[in-house]
Nanobody, 114 residues
Framework: QVQVVESGGGLVQPGGSLRLSCVAT????????MAWYRRAPGKQRELVAT????????TYADSVKGRFTISRDGAKNTINLQMNSLKPEDTAVYYC???????WGQGTLVTVSS
């Protein structure tokens, strides 16, 4: 059994910043590629960023390039998403995924509004 838990969401003004964290626990036997997804109101879920299992190589959706940074934070299956220069269109529920296990968290809500 694997548990995936996101945290760090909240209400922030446009131009502000938030840092999301994701921790995967349980039957974890390897370092896995992981990813952040988001689902905005009325839209399909989209891939925001990924980080590789080795080397922590990152990829980003065009919509967040230059503003968001995905990283590993010590533990091999703990990742973060630093979100800067937030825009109202970033409002969404953000989900963490352990890719090879297809394990998902419950999501954390980010609301960008004045």
């Amino acid at each position: 059994q694997v548990q995936v838990v996101e945290s760090g969401g909240g209400l922030v003004q446009p131009g502000g910043s938030l840092r999301l964290s994701c921790v995967a626990t349980g039957r974890i036997f390897s370092t896995y590629a992981m990813a952040w997804y988001r689902r905005a109101p009325g839209k399909q879920r989209e891939l925001v960023a990924t980080i590789s299992s080795v080397g922590s190589l990152a990829t980003y959706a065009d919509s967040v390039k230059g503003r968001f940074t995905i990283s590993r934070d010590g533990a091999k299956n703990t990742i973060n998403l630093q979100m800067n220069s937030l825009k109202p269109e970033d409002t969404a529920v953000y989900y963490c995924r352990v890719n090879a296990l297809d394990a998902w968290g419950q999501g954390t809500l980010v609301t960008v509004s004045s």
